[in-house]
């Protein structure tokens, strides 16, 4: 069984337009000059011959005038019929291709045996395996400086070792700010089959709903309602406690999940040891403001960092 689809059937509504021949062949038809003669038996006959010959002629004028309308609205569709008969071929078009990888927070979740991020590069590690020398590729993270040193277009496949030293970045850009400029180094390819590929765990929001290139999202797992848990704001504070400097470390703690989360284990990392450790609860979408208190044992520069534990977020 055969299957007809259209890749811009956005388009189609364009056929509408076909009907326009048929109106200009009702209302724009000439009215025949009346002349009178005294014996018209003749004239007649000659003008029913005559008038049939028009008619048919307009007709296969007009048919012909809403086949070309139609016609050219499929071929602007960009038809393309499937035939089970038919073996797939190994080549494709010559196509620009932006392979944009989400690499905020969220894709460190881990899901059955690798995080999503590691999903996400095996993925974008598949679509570069399949391209051939007359593709282009680009590829972009939602990491600023990462796309400033390797988000070039390349003819042909990639080194697959620059996908693999993607990281997880912690000020993501906002994905608006990537396809707009996905769009702007495919459209400096001068390509006219260009695509953009967004693999992502579907964390990120909002996502454009209309591109000037045609975008198609890879989700790297099912969508799932998931623990999403954050640290973020921390402000220390010093003050003196029986003639000794304490440093107060408050934090906020967000719940981005619509379930409550218990017993959420919060640690302080300094000099990559932990310090301290408390447990609280939150309610869903709730932001609770914390603290840890740091009692430095010598002057001088300390660094760390406070997480949320959660065996599926490493």
């Known amino acids: 069984m055969f299957s007809l689809s259209f890749l811009n059937s956005g388009l189609l509504f364009l056929a509408a337009a076909s009907v326009i021949p048929l ?4 209302f724009a038809r000439r009215k025949p000059q009346r002349i009178i003669f005294s014996t018209i038996r003749f004239i007649k006959e000659s003008q029913k011959h005559r008038n049939k010959k028009i008619s048919i002629k307009n007709l296969i004028l007009l048919l012909l005038r809403i086949a070309i309308v139609l016609f050219t609205v499929f071929a602007i569709s960009r038809p393309a019929l499937k035939l089970p ?106 390509t006219p089959n260009r695509e953009i590929y967004f693999i992502t765990d579907n964390q990120i929001k909002p996502i454009p709903e209309r591109t000037a290139v045609s975008l198609y999202i890879l989700p790297t797992s099912r969508p799932q309602d998931r623990m999403n848990l954050s640290v973020g704001n921390v402000q220390p504070q010093v003050s003196l406690i029986d003639r000794a400097a304490v440093q107060t470390l408050s934090f906020e703690l967000s719940n981005h999940s619509d379930r409550p989360f218990e017993d959420a284990i919060l640690k302080l990392v300094v000099g990559g040891v ?29 660094s760390g960092y406070i997480e949320v534990k959660n065996e599926r977020l490493r």
């Open 85 to 190: 008969f038919l073996k797939k071929g190994t080549s494709h078009p010559r196509t620009a291709i932006a392979l944009i990888i989400d690499n905020s927070f969220s894709m460190d979740y881990l899901v059955d045996s690798r995080t999503e991020l590691e999903a996400a590069k095996s993925m974008a590690g598949q679509i570069n395996r399949m391209l051939n020398s007359e593709d282009q590729l680009l590829v972009l993270t939602l990491d600023k400086a990462w796309n400033n040193l390797n988000g070039n277009v390349i003819s042909g496949q990639i080194d697959n070792n620059l996908i693999e030293r993607i990281e997880i970045t912690p000020l993501p850009m906002l994905f608006s700010t990537v396809v707009a400029e996905a769009e702007e180094k495919l459209r400096s390819t001068h």
């Open 274 to 302: 932990t310090l301290s450790e408390q447990i609280t609860d939150l309610e869903p979408n709730q932001k609770k403001t914390l603290s840890f208190t740091l009692r430095p044992d010598s002057t001088g520069w300390y």
């Open 23 to 26: 109106l200009i062949h009702l």
